[in-house]
């Protein structure tokens, strides 16, 4: 059974941080490629940023610069650091799995609000 548990999302004030920690299970995690994504209300779901079994990365054009993920395959976890926080970073924050299909988190809600 594949479960993905999402933490550190939170309140935030515009210009601040926070890290996203995904926590993997049931998957061969050193061989899967690590991703997250956010969906906004009313919008769709979007790519923020993967990272390869190789440790290859790759972000959205909105948060390049400001966010990093990284991956911990000892410890089965990938991080997202996000800096810079903006309102527009406002959203439920999915964490992802790319093992022969997909597997989703149950997302983890970030605010970024004064």
């Known amino acids: 059974q594949v479960q993905l548990v999402e933490s550190g999302g939170g309140l935030v004030q515009p210009g601040g941080s926070l890290r996203l920690s995904c926590a993997a299970s049931?998957?061969?995690?050193?061989?899967?490629?690590m991703a997250w994504y956010r969906q906004a209300p009313g919008n769709e779901r979007e790519l923020v940023a993967l990272?390869?079994?190789?440790?290859?990365?790759n972000y959205a054009a909105s948060v390049k610069d400001r966010f990093t993920i990284s991956r911990d395959n000892a410890k089965n976890t990938v991080y997202l650091q996000m800096n810079s926080l903006k309102p527009d970073d406002t959203a439920v924050y999915y964490c992802?799995?790319?093992?022969?299909?997909?597997?989703w988190g149950q997302g983890t809600q970030v605010t970024v609000s004064s």
């Open positions: 049931g998957i061969i995690f050193r061989l899967s490629e």
């Open positions: 992802s799995a790319l093992e022969l299909r997909r597997y």
């Open positions: 990272i390869t079994s190789g440790g290859s990365t």
